[in-house]
């Protein structure tokens, strides 16, 4: 039985750091208007899409980047975004920086930041919150790089796990929805926190650098894509599940971003891909039926999974060494 979503990875070109919210906003509305136009039911917008992806800016004083961050959701410069999707009756996918004033794990409550990113109904309700847990990059100035990645410095590790909601989208009466952002897509334990949920569609947004800025040496720059569509494609895969990743692309403060938006299926083909690093909508029918074919045979997690033999991956952080073979240790 079929049960088609019709999905977009609305991508962002770039947004400098000294362009206003109510810039990026109106982009994001006029994709919205072009992703009505094709019937689009659901819109991923990307990480961080409000801004400029500021981690790549230092402030000694963590109060000066106040500023990049939204302490209310909506509020009034996100608001034209909410009442166009509500006009359109189209949901949407967004990442922010997000401040929160909540009690920490032991109690405090706090001024508190997140990578964050938020799934919002036609009607304006907010459906679902992650929080970035993969947090890239250093907290310190790192005197060695050419561009920081300050992510460390600016955002909390997220506290909100991997969910996954069933809810209403489109003309479907449920869909089994999660997230993850940007670098999350490259670690497969977020994957597959989400696949035993049964998740039907991932949405994930990225903000990723076109050249390798880890001073830890050359990677060629092809792998940077490479990298990014293998880590979506196998994760789809392996948890049969669509994926919906949206960039934020080109080049912001002389800093150059790359976009490549796919939208995947369960079988880990790549349905739909942006070609420009600009403002760009890719757009697919997903019929999530599809999902059921590898959870029902190769990834039927219940028949196949082995727990008991993947203690390590949360029992251990880093890596270790393994034992060294000898002839001796053989007698
Ligand atoms: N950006 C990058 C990402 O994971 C990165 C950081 C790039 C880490 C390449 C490692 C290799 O796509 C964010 N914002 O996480």
Redesign the pocket.
């Known amino acids: 039985m079929s049960r088609i979503l019709t999905v977009a990875a609305a991508q962002l070109g770039p947004i400098q750091k000294a362009e206003p919210r109510s810039v990026a906003v109106e982009r994001m509305v006029r994709l919205l208007e072009r992703a009505h136009k094709r019937g689009v039911e659901l819109v991923v917008f990307p990480?961080?899409a409000l801004t400029t992806?500021f981690?790549r800016h230092y402030h000694d004083d963590i109060a000066e980047a106040d500023c990049w961050f939204e302490t209310t959701m909506p509020s009034n410069e996100t608001a034209p975004l909410f009442a166009a999707a509500k006009r359109y009756g189209i949901g949407f996918h967004l990442g922010y920086g997000e401040i929160a004033h909540e009690a920490d794990d032991t109690g405090l409550v706090r001024q508190r930041r997140f990578?964050t990113s938020i799934l919002v109904s036609p009607q304006g309700d907010i459906l679902l919150k992650y929080r970035?847990v993969?947090?890239?990059?250093h907290a310190e100035y790192d005197p060695r790089r050419n561009v920081q990645?300050l992510?460390k410095r600016y955002f909390e590790v997220g506290n909100l796990g991997f969910p996954v909601i069933r809810a209403p989208m489109g003309g479907l009466d449920g869909i089994n929805m999660g997230m993850m952002?940007?670098?999350?897509?490259?670690w497969p334990e977020a994957w597959r926190v989400l696949g035993p949920q049964s998740v039907e569609l991932v949405m994930l947004g990225?903000?990723?650098?076109s050249i390798?800025?880890?001073a830890g040496g050359f990677?060629a720059h092809h792998l940077?894509v490479f990298?990014?569509h293998l880590s979506i494609q196998a994760g789809a895969y392996q948890n049969a599940t669509f994926a919906v990743a949206t960039a934020k692309a080109g080049t912001e403060d002389g800093c150059e971003l790359f976009g490549h938006s796919i939208i995947v299926n369960p079988q880990g083909e790549i349905v739909a891909q942006a070609t420009t690093w600009d403002d760009e909508l890719i757009t697919a029918d997903c019929n999530l039926a599809q999902c059921e074919l590898g959870r029902k045979t190769i990834f039927a997690f219940e028949q196949h999974r082995r727990p008991e033999a993947y203690r390590r991956i949360t029992d251990q952080v880093g890596a270790v060494n393994p034992p060294v073979w000898s002839a001796r240790a053989g007698e």
Request: with cysteine; net charge negative; hydrophobic share 15%.
């Open positions: 990480e961080l992806f981690p990578n970035k993969h947090l890239p990059g990645h992510e952002i940007c670098n999350d897509r490259r990225y903000n990723t650098p390798n800025q880890e990677e940077r990298h990014s």
